[in-house]
Structure formats: C-alpha cells, structure tokens
C-alpha cells in the first residue's frame, strides 16, 4: 500500500506539472474512491499537502515577479476568514460522522465539475471578456468582487480541498483580463499557499489529516512534477488539459453514482 500511495502521489505531480492543475481535483477523489480513505481525512490531508507544494511554486513565481500583492491580498480578505467559518461548521457538525462525510463527498464532485467547466472554457470566458471591455469592473466593485471571490473560494477549498487551481485561475483571468497566464499562475499560488494552510490547521484541529499519508504522497509528488514540468514542453498543452478534463468528469460521475 506504501508503494501505491507513493505511485499516487507521482502520477498527480506528473499530470500537475504538465498542465498546472489537477492536484486537488485528482488526489482528494483518487484517496476518497481508490483507497477508501474518509471524505473529511482525504480533504485535509490534501489541504496539507497544497500548502507544502504551492510554497515551493510561490518561491518560484515571487523571484520572477509573477505575484500581484494587492490582488493576493483582496482574494486573503474574503478566503481567509471564510475558511475559519468553514472550518467552525464542520467541527460544529461533526466532520467525520457519515453524514457530513457523504456531504463532502458531494462537495468534491461539484468542484471537479466545476473544474472541468473552468479547464473546457476557461480561454472562452477570456475571449468574452477581452471582447467586452466596456463590461470589466474597476476600482471598489473589482475590489469587492474579488473579495467575494476569494470568500467562495476559501469555503470551497476548506470543505473540498478542491478549487484554489484551476478555478480561482480562471476567477482570476475573468477580473483581470490583462495579467499575463505567467502572472495568473503566480497570484494564484500565492494566495491559496496561506488558504491551504490556514484550511489545513483546521483539519489538523478536527484531527483529519493523515500524516504518514501526506509524507509518502510527497516523496511521490516532488519528482513527478519536476518531471511533468520537463515533459509539458514536449506534449500538447490541449491534448493533456483534454484528457485531464475526460478523466475529472469521471471522476465526479464516480463520486455521485
């Protein structure tokens, strides 16, 4: 089993450093449906997981100058506290009674859906809106709507482990039409490393974070997404973000029937 977790953990790095997206979408339902590991545990300890990768990425990102402060700064506002809320209702309800467990397992479908949506259409939803100027928001109503974003963002991630990739990427390119897919990939990490950890404290405080769990994942992960980022170069970036799509969908089909 301590080789299949690590086997695991290569293949998401792999498909992650390929295409930049798919960590949480792909291990939280991989632990849940391959392992029978439970909905509440497989979220936190993937939370944990994020917050330890992103940070090497924002490492990255920051001595290129790839990360937006003020706008990982509005999307903290609304993320942070609505994690901690989060995190307070699934200790006032019970994160590990079967219930709640099926709840988050629900949960994890609609942000893999979503996910695909955001994969799909996500060069669409920029087309629309480079095509509508007029039509993006300025001043304090992008302010507000990015802290809104940054709130159903943090909700999501907190329950799901899932949504700080792809689809806080694509809230992002939808607000803020002209940062370059480099600067879009940078802000997003950055924001989701104290999201994921601050998520991820919570689980560790509901005791659903498996530890041992986490470490084999990672001695899988760190070669697979050096090796992916090698390898993206080579490989159609349509032909993998296809078949990460196909292979979310799934997924989630698998999560709710």
């Known amino acids: ?3 299949t977790y690590i086997l695991s953990g290569f293949g998401v790095g792999l498909l992650v450093g390929m295409t930049g997206v798919g960590g949480g979408s792909l291990m939280t339902p991989l632990l849940t449906l391959l392992f029978g590991v439970t909905p509440s545990v497989a979220v ?5 997981f994020a917050s330890l990768t992103k940070s090497a990425g924002t490492v990255t990102h920051r001595s290129r100058g790839n990360v937006h402060w003020p706008i990982v700064g509005r999307l903290c506002m ?4 609505a994690a901690l809320l989060a995190t307070l209702a699934l200790q006032h309800l019970g994160p590990l009674n079967p219930a709640i467990g099926q709840t988050i397992r629900y949960s994890i479908a609609v942000s893999v859906m979503l996910t695909v949506v955001a994969i799909l259409f996500r060069s669409r939803m920029l087309a629309w809106v480079n095509a509508k100027p007029g039509r993006q928001l300025q001043g304090r109503a992008l302010s507000a709507a990015t802290i809104t974003a940054g709130a159903v963002l943090g909700t999501l991630v907190t329950i799901s482990s899932i949504g700080a990739g792809a689809i806080g990427a ?4 939808m607000l803020y039409p002209k940062l370059s897919p480099a600067e879009i990939a940078g802000t997003d990490i950055a924001y989701a490393v104290p999201l994921t950890a601050i998520a ?6 509901l005791g659903s974070i498996n530890w041992m769990l986490l470490a084999t994942l990672l001695v899988g992960s760190v070669p697979g997404i050096t090796l992916g980022s090698w390898a ?3 490989v159609p970036e349509g032909f993998l973000r296809g078949l990460l799509a196909m292979t979310l969908a799934l997924v989630a089909f698998k999560l709710v029937a």
């Not at 694509?170 to 390119?173: D, K, N, R």
């Not at 991820?200 to 405080?205: C, E, F, N």
């Open 170 to 173: 694509t809230l992002l390119v």
């Open 200 to 205: 991820a404290a919570g689980h560790w405080w």
């Open 78 to 81: 609304g993320a942070l506290p």
């Open 44 to 48: 936190g300890t993937d939370l944990a």
């Open 232 to 234: 993206a170069r080579a």
């Open 1 to 3: 089993m301590l080789i």
